[in-house]
């Protein structure tokens, strides 16, 4: 079973960059599809970005061009690199995980291991 938790949440000037990780506990290089979401104040829970078993990527077309999404299969981490942010890249960011090698475009409740969320502020 996994298990997962954000960090690298901070506050930010818009233009400026944050990484932000997340350890999967439990996670098996190659079998797991693993994403990031994130909610802002009053939005709905949108998905950022997701990697699947065999590294291959999606990003969602706000953050494309921006973010990048990587896995250090050593240390069991995943990362999210945020430049360029903008305000409205502000949100809560939690990242996600499900025993299965290819993530498709599931959504927040097809996943099976959710973490606490990170806190990712940007001021103008």
């Known amino acids: 079973e996994i298990y997962v938790a954000e960090s690298g949440g901070a506050s930010v000037q818009s233009g400026g960059s944050l990484r932000l990780s997340c350890f999967a506990h439990g996670y098996i290089p190659s079998t797991y599809c693993m994403g990031w979401f994130r909610r802002a104040p009053g939005k709905e829970r949108e998905r950022v970005a997701a990697i699947n078993g065999d590294g291959s990527t999606w990003y969602a077309d706000a953050v494309k061009g921006r973010f990048t999404l990587s896995i250090d299969k050593k240390k069991d981490t995943m990362y999210l690199q945020m430049n360029s942010l903008k305000s409205e890249d502000a949100a809560m960011y939690y990242c996600?995980?499900?025993?299965?090698?290819?993530?498709?475009?599931?959504?927040?409740?097809?996943?099976?291991?959710w973490g606490q969320g990170t806190q990712v502020t940007v001021s103008s």
């Open positions: 996600a995980a499900i025993l299965h090698p290819r993530c498709g475009g599931r959504l927040w409740d097809q996943y099976r291991a």
